[in-house]
């Protein structure tokens, strides 16, 4: 709650190879935007208000309310679920990819991509760099232009007008598609201009 971009730290159990052989003790060292980690706290303070639930330090992120309150089980299926109903074609490796490509383009190292994507790095076992969390958060910072999307004037998507939602829709139907090109010298300029 009081990181401007929230360190993930998830253990090999929950990545591919679920720790077992050459993915043990594989760890995932990932972050967070700052625009993410503001529409999680408006989704748990929802939760909260909705279901009368009083969240505790160790409480999964999501929870589901069939049978009961518990843990969501089948995130990458409620990802997929979603982006059908929205109309636009979107996975989770989806959203790893333009993380990679947002770090890649930031120069990041391939090893630190690897321990942000939850994946075995080339040497694990005694690497030669061995990227601590602050180093790895000053590389995602560096690649936030690229990874925040949702701008100063973000609204909730309840408050968006029905046009509004078909523009997200196509824009998003556009980027999965790689029709979406943005011209970075443009956008540079905008961002220029509106903090002025």
């Not at 159990?13 to 972050?31: D, I, M, N, P, S």
């Not at 843990?71 to 109309?87: G, K, N, S, W, Y």
């Not at 139907?173 to 443009?186: H, N, W, Y």
Request: a positive charge.
């Amino acid at each position: 709650m009081k990181q401007d971009i929230p360190h993930i730290s998830l253990p090999g159990t929950a990545l591919k190879g679920h720790g077992k052989g050459k993915y043990r003790g594989v760890r995932q060292e990932t972050f967070i935007t700052p625009e993410a980690k503001t529409v999680l706290i408006e989704y748990r303070e929802w939760f909260s208000k909705t279901f009368r639930y009083v969240w505790q330090i160790d409480d999964p992120v999501f929870l589901t309310i069939k049978g009961g309150l518990e843990p969501m089980q089948e995130f990458a299926i409620t990802v997929l679920h979603i982006a059908d109903r929205a109309e636009v074609k979107f996975s989770i490796h989806d959203g790893r990819r333009i993380v990679q490509t947002a770090l890649e383009n930031k120069g990041c190292p391939n090893n630190w991509i690897k321990k942000i994507k939850g994946r075995k790095c080339s040497g694990e076992e005694s690497p030669y760099s061995r990227p601590a969390i602050e180093q790895l958060r000053e590389m995602y910072r560096r690649a936030l232009p690229e990874l925040e999307f949702l701008g100063a004037g973000f609204k909730g998507a309840d408050e968006w007008t029905s046009e509004e939602k078909e523009q997200v829709r196509l824009l998003l139907r556009a980027a999965s598609a790689g029709a979406l090109t943005i011209d970075k010298e443009k956008l540079a300029g905008m961002k220029k201009d509106s903090n002025q």
